[in-house]
T-cell receptor, first 111, second 113 residues
């Protein structure tokens, strides 16, 4: 069975500090990994996906297949980064719109 | 381009009743997925429809059902409501093809009393 674990329900950092949101997964096969974000009073939206290998709003995430992890990192947190972050996976290829989500990490960036 | 629209935004129902929720995807998106979000279980996949056919189904009882129309609009139905069905129900639409971005609606908040 596929599973996504986000060990931290809450994470609080100060503005300008580095931030790392952890995500570990369990999946037999080749998964596609995503980070979704939900800002206050906004809808859930894609932040980044591992296949794009891009940096969005200063965030990056590297897929580590050996450690089955996909941690989200940002070197200098901003107050506007405060939001709920969800790690998610789906199977690569084919009809694969079934996203398995972690339970989320609420990030608070303090001034 | 209009986003994913879910109606109604809020619903209060009594145990034993049934409810129908609606989702209008982004124009051109033929895949529609439904998720249940609760504080305890988080976001859980219900089912996914593509071209009026259910392609994937999550681990939910048969009381949860859905359908998709030729214009890609989708409905989900929950029969014989239970208190535990109280949740935020999210709909997401995607373009056809591999692992593309899912665009989410704002959800329907269902409260069962």
């Amino acid at each position: 069975a596929q599973r996504v674990t986000q060990p931290e329900k809450l994470l609080s950092v100060f503005k300008g500090a580095p931030v790392e949101l952890k995500c570990n997964y369990s999946y037999s096969g080749s998964p596609e990994l995503f980070w979704y974000v939900q800002y206050s009073r906004q809808r859930l939206q894609l932040l980044l996906r591992h296949i794009s290998r891009e940096s969005i709003k200063g965030f990056t995430a590297d897929l580590n297949k050996g450690e089955t992890s996909f941690h989200l990192k940002k070197p200098f947190a901003q107050e506007e980064d405060s939001a709920m972050y969800y790690c998610a996976l789906t199977s690569s290829g084919g009809s694969n719109y079934k996203l398995t989500f972690g339970k989320g990490t609420l990030l608070t960036v303090n001034p | 381009k209009a986003g994913v629209t879910q109606t109604p935004r809020y619903l209060i129902k009594t145990r034993g009743q049934q409810v129908t929720l609606s989702c209008s995807p982004i124009s051109g998106h033929r895949s529609v997925s439904w998720y249940q979000q609760t504080p305890g279980q988080g976001l859980q996949f219900l089912f996914e429809y593509f071209s009026e056919t259910q392609r994937n189904k999550g681990n939910f009882p048969g009381r949860f059902s859905g359908r998709q129309f030729s214009n890609s609009r989708s409905e989900m139905n929950v029969s014989t409501l239970e208190l535990g069905d109280s949740a935020l129900y999210l709909c997401a639409s995607s373009l056809p093809g591999g692992s593309t971005e899912a665009f989410f609606g704002q959800g329907t908040r269902l409260t069962v009393v």
